[in-house]
């Protein structure tokens, strides 16, 4: 079992920054790519960002690309996002996912570990 656990999260102005981190546990060497997710109210939980803990390799999705940073400390077995110029519709819980695979999927479904989530709301 791989155990993630979220922080960071918080509220923030429009245009500010947040740092969210994420800390795994356990059989860390059963997984080795990572991911941020995250779900406002009402809708679907979306993509945000992926990476393996070894090369480095990212994956953002569009509505972030550019805002938010992805990367991960396999020493540490810490994940973090880089949050810049947020949007109110940025607000939203944010999850940490785990998986072993050989690609870095958008679908929720890949993924076989979560957190319990951090908030992050973004005023106007």
């Known amino acids: 079992q791989v155990q993630l656990v979220e922080s960071g999260g918080g509220l923030v102005q429009a245009g500010g920054s947040l740092r969210l981190s994420c800390a795994a546990s356990g059989r860390t060497d059963s997984t080795n790519v990572m991911a941020w997710f995250r779900q406002a109210p009402g809708k679907e939980r979306e993509f945000v960002a992926a990476c393996t803990w070894s090369s480095g390799t990212t994956n953002h999705a569009d509505s972030v690309k550019g805002r938010f940073t992805i990367s991960s400390d396999n020493a540490k077995n810490a994940l973090y996002l880089q949050m810049n110029n947020l949007k109110p519709e940025d607000t939203a819980v944010y999850y940490c996912?785990?998986?072993?695979?050989?690609?870095?999927?958008?679908?929720?479904?890949?993924?076989?570990?979560w957190g319990q989530g951090t908030q992050v709301t973004v005023s106007s």
């Open positions: 996912a785990a998986r072993y695979g050989f690609r870095l999927p958008r679908d929720a479904a890949e993924y076989n570990y």
